[in-house]
Nanobody
Framework: VQLQASGGGLVQAGGSLRLSCAAS????????MGWFRQAPGKEREFVAA????????YYADSVRGRFTISRDNAKNTVYLQMNSLKPEDTAVYYC?????????????????????WGQGTQVTVSS
């Protein structure tokens, strides 16, 4: 599975951005897609995830109510709509894909459960 993230940029606090993650390859075997972020000097953290089938969604407490994850199966694309952005949302955002597995249950918020990662897109929120 190849992942191409896009949509990052510079925005003022309170503004909005929409990130996109286009998947190609073995997308039919995808269990979940997720967004993670990493700010300078900090560890990678979970942002949001969505099951490829069933559309269950998961959010970090820090973004719940402000961010919305969605998917378009026909386009093999996952979106992250980010509203009411704050300076602390500044980070490189990565999309990731977890494949279906018979031997494990994918934990949507656990980065180690994901098999493929995109290249990252920078989001900068100015105060």
């Amino acid at each position: 599975v190849q992942l191409q993230a896009s949509g990052g940029g510079l925005v003022q606090a309170g503004g909005s951005l929409r990130l996109s993650c286009a998947a190609s390859g073995r997308t039919f075997s995808t269990d979940a897609m997720g967004w993670f972020r990493q700010a300078p000097g900090k560890e990678r953290e979970f942002v949001a995830a969505i099951r490829w089938s069933g559309a269950s969604t998961y959010y970090a407490d820090s973004v719940r109510g402000r961010f919305t994850i969605s998917r378009d199966n026909a386009k093999n694309t996952v979106y992250l709509q980010m509203n009411s952005l704050k300076p602390e949302d500044t980070a490189v955002y990565y999309c990731a894909a977890a494949l279906q597995s018979r031997i494990r249950t994918v934990r949507p918020s656990v980065g180690d459960d994901y098999d493929y990662w995109g290249q990252g897109t920078q989001v900068t929120v100015s105060s």
